[in-house]
């Protein structure tokens, strides 16, 4: 559903708003697609092909590793035309979803999620759904870029919330408190809900809190999915927020972080 609405965004564009810039420094665009396509042809040739510089080579870490091998493909994308751009990420889509569509979504993942705070290695389906989002928030960059708002129904919008809600213990992790200590996260709107993370002996876990959250965070899930991903300053998601209870752990809620940084 995603891709269908991606596409149907793609194809009613001009050959003026391919070139809009867009919130990714230095992309249009046609660059944020070119972006798409090489996460669908990593991905094909490390989870599906076993090829193993698709997925990470090298001495870098993965953030310069990944910012390199993106900036590469996009300059080397220029030179292809918005139609043949559609027309791949419309053939080698549906064989990416038959790669997820035979994964034990419990077995170990092909790439952890860092930011997760989960056990490592991380389950195979935070990885399949960390990849979801990033798809989802390139086609939200590209519709702000254009002014056309959509694709942002619950079935297509909850997903990613709940994936970025996973990065609420590491938000919390330098923060030490009583075990059992409870922080509330609360996202409103169609596709929002409401998560917690709970001071266990040594770390925090999202789970069910047995008493009164010490602290209480709530923002609309536009502001939600912006700050998580850095579409808007710290400061920004601050003042369209509002929070109760501890304060230290309040504001630590508002610096959650979903992507590898």
């Known amino acids: 559903m995603e891709r269908r609405a991606l596409l149907g965004l793609l194809r009613a564009l001009g050959p003026e708003d391919w070139a809009k810039p867009t919130v990714c420094p230095g992309w249009d665009v046609h660059d944020v697609v070119g972006h798409v396509l090489n996460d669908y042809m990593r991905r094909l040739s490390g989870s599906r092909d076993g090829h193993p510089g698709a997925v990470f080579a ?3 870490t993965l953030p310069t590793y990944l910012a390199r091998t993106n900036d590469e493909f996009v300059r080397a994308s220029r030179q292809l ?3 043949l751009l559609m027309d791949l990420l419309e053939h080698l889509g549906p064989q990416l979803d038959a790669v997820w569509s035979t994964r034990d979504l419990y077995a170990p993942a092909d790439l952890d999620v860092s930011w997760a705070a989960s056990d490592l290695p991380s389950p ?5 759904g960390r990849e979801y989002t990033e798809f989802w928030v390139h086609q939200q960059q590209i519709r702000d870029a254009v002014s056309r708002p959509g694709a942002d129904e619950p079935e297509l919008m909850a ?3 709940d ?4 990065a609420l213990p590491a938000a919390l992790q330098e923060h030490t408190r009583p075990a059992g200590t409870a922080v509330h996260l609360e996202v409103s709107g169609p596709s929002g809900g409401r998560w917690t993370a709970v001071r266990q002996a040594d770390r925090w876990r999202l789970g069910t809190p047995e008493r009164k959250p010490y602290a209480h965070v709530s923002m609309d899930q536009d502001t939600f999915w912006r700050l998580a991903t850095r579409g808007i300053p710290i400061e920004s998601a601050r003042k369209r927020s509002q929070s109760s209870g501890d304060r230290e752990l309040a504001d630590a809620v508002t610096e959650l972080f979903a992507v590898v940084g």
Do not use: K, T
Not at 124 to 128: G, K, N
Not at 163 to 166: E, K, L, Q, T, V
């Open 58 to 60: 090298g001495d870098d």
């Open 81 to 83: 035309s918005p139609q």
């Open 124 to 128: 195979a389906w935070l990885d399949i």
């Open 159 to 161: 997903p990613v919330l």
């Open 163 to 166: 994936i970025f809600a996973r």
